[in-house]
């Protein structure tokens, strides 16, 4: 069964640039996750998607950071502009239902200068 | 309170030594409960998840306190591959789960 698909695996931008990612979620599994990992840090959810529906997006930075799951399957979180403080991992996942165990794809390393 | 508690560590321990981690849940109305395990520089992967009667999986060893709100995770005769950082989860059906900050274990021989 393929994983979770993560792109770009690295990216380096300026701050005020603007950067996109993407995830394609394991098939069939409704729910979707961006997480974002400072270094040092536990993973902190930034939006929940159940199905092509938001769910939770509580702690996402709504002045800067959007994300869309268009069609209930893959998904693009974009941030613009990018802030010094936006250097983390950002990580998809998904799982079939809410509160359900999470499977992870290999991340993005973002470093804003 | 932060909502997932977890003593940092690092916790260093020869090969074949028994190890133990905390973790405490603010949320009472929690459901699910699991820990991760994330090498360096990569992604958090299922290590257990943890049930009210308690589990084992080889040498390791899942407990969960619902009334102390208390979960802990046992590590029997370590292992240098063991060397990674330890993720205590919790959630609740229907929402995201959440993570506490890690406990690094480093494994010497």
């Known amino acids: 069964e393929a994983g979770v698909a993560q792109s770009p695996r690295y990216k380096i931008i300026e701050k005020r640039q603007s950067v996109a990612f993407w995830c394609n979620p394991i098939?069939?599994?409704?729910?979707l996750y961006w997480y974002q990992q400072i270094l040092g840090q536990g993973p902190k959810l930034l939006i929940q998607?159940?199905?092509?529906?938001?769910?939770?997006d509580s702690q996402l930075p709504k002045d800067r950071f959007s994300a869309e799951r268009l069609k209930g399957v893959d998904s693009t979180l974009k941030i613009q502009p990018a802030k010094l403080e936006d250097s983390a991992v950002y990580l998809c996942?998904?799982?079939?239902?809410?509160?359900?165990?999470?499977?992870f794809g290999s991340g993005t390393q973002l470093s804003v200068l | 309170r932060k909502e997932v508690e977890q003593d940092p560590g690092p916790f260093n321990v020869p090969e074949g030594a028994t190890v133990a981690f905390n973790c405490t849940y603010s949320?009472?109305?929690?459901?699910?409960f699991f820990w991760y395990r994330q090498d360096c520089r990569k992604e958090p992967k299922l290590l257990m998840s943890?049930?009210?009667s308690g589990n084992e999986d080889g040498r390791f060893t899942a407990q969960l306190n619902r009334a102390s709100q208390y979960i802990s995770l046992l590590i029997r005769d370590s292992k240098l591959s063991d060397s990674a950082t330890y993720l205590c989860?919790?959630?609740?059906?229907?929402?995201?789960?959440?993570f506490g900050k890690g406990t690094t274990l480093s494994v010497s021989s």
């Open positions: 996942a998904s799982s079939p239902g809410g509160g359900e165990k999470l499977f």
């Open positions: 098939s069939g599994h409704a729910t």
């Open positions: 998607f159940q199905n092509n529906g938001v769910v939770d």
């Open positions: 949320n009472s109305a929690s459901q699910s």
């Open positions: 943890v049930y009210s």
């Open positions: 989860v919790v959630g609740k059906a229907g929402t995201a789960l959440i």
